[in-house]
C-alpha cells in the first residue's frame, strides 16, 4: 500500500470503530437501578388501660445479625435449595440488618402500645430493663414469592446479661406476585408476624 494512502485507512478504520462502539453503548445501556425499603406492617391497636410506672418493663432491641450473604446492596433470590440469585438491579435503599432492626423497633413499639406493662425502651443499652438480640438464619424469596423468615432470638436481662427465653422462628408468606415490590411487602409481613411472635413469648417474662 502506498505510503500517503496508509493513514487514510487508518482513520477510515478508527471511524469505523468509533461508530461501531457508540451503536453498542446504546444497545446495552443497563436499566434503572430501583430501591426498596422494609416498613413496619403492625395493625393498630387501640391503647391499653394506664399501668403503674413502677410496673412498666422496658425492652430494647440491642442487636440484629444477618447472614454473610444477605449483607449486599442486592436483593437475593432463592432459585434451588442452594443456589442464590443476586438481583443487581433491584437494591435495598439501607443497610438490611438495620433495615430488620429498624422495622423490629417499629413493630415492637406499636405493640406495646396496646400491651399494658410494656414499652419500648428509647436506649436499649442505657434503659431497657429486658434486651431483645435476634440472629437472622435465613430471609428471601423464592422465584414464586414465596418469603421465608427464620430466626433465632434471646431475651436477656439487662443487669446481668442471662438469657430468660430463647427461640427459633419460621414465618413464610407467599407474595402476590415475583415482583421485588410486592415480594418486599411480603418480607415486612413476615417481619410483623416475628414481632408479633416476640411479644407473645415477652408476656411471660419478667426481669430478674
Known amino acids: 500500500m502506498p505510503a500517503r494512502i496508509l493513514p487514510i485507512a487508518i482513520l477510515l478504520g478508527s471511524l469505523c470503530l468509533a461508530v461501531a462502539g457508540c451503536v453498542n453503548l446504546g444497545a446495552s445501556a443497563s436499566p434503572a437501578t430501583r430501591f426498596y425499603v422494609l416498613e413496619s406492617a403492625v395493625a393498630a391497636s387501640p391503647p391499653p388501660p394506664v399501668a403503674d410506672a413502677a410496673e412498666i418493663v422496658t425492652i430494647g432491641v440491642q442487636s440484629v445479625e444477618i447472614p454473610a450473604y444477605l449483607d449486599r446492596p442486592q436483593l437475593v433470590t432463592r432459585v434451588t435449595g442452594n443456589t442464590l440469585q443476586i438481583n443487581e438491579f433491584d437494591r435495598w435503599a439501607e443497610p438490611l440488618g438495620e ?8 413493630n415492637l413499639h406499636a405493640l406495646t402500645e396496646a400491651l399494658p406493662g410494656y414499652r419500648l425502651a428509647s436506649s436499649p443499652a442505657r434503659n ?3 434486651r431483645l438480640t435476634v440472629k437472622v438464619l435465613r430471609f ?3 422465584e414464586a414469592g414465596r418469603v421465608t423468615l427464620k430466626a433465632a432470638w434471646r431475651v436477656s436481662a439487662a443487669d446481668d446479661g442471662v438469657s430468660l427465653l430463647e427461640r427459633i422462628g419460621t414465618h413464610t408468606l407467599t407474595a402476590t406476585s415475583d415482583r421485588p415490590g410486592e415480594v418486599v411487602r411480603s418480607m415486612s409481613l413476615a417481619l410483623a408476624a416475628l414481632s408479633e411472635e416476640l ?3 415477652l408476656a411471660d417474662v419478667t426481669p430478674r
Open 140 to 142: 428471601e424469596a423464592d
Open 99 to 106: 433495615a430488620i432492626g429498624r422495622v423490629i423497633a417499629e
Open 128 to 130: 431497657a430493663a429486658l
Open 199 to 201: 411479644m407473645l413469648a
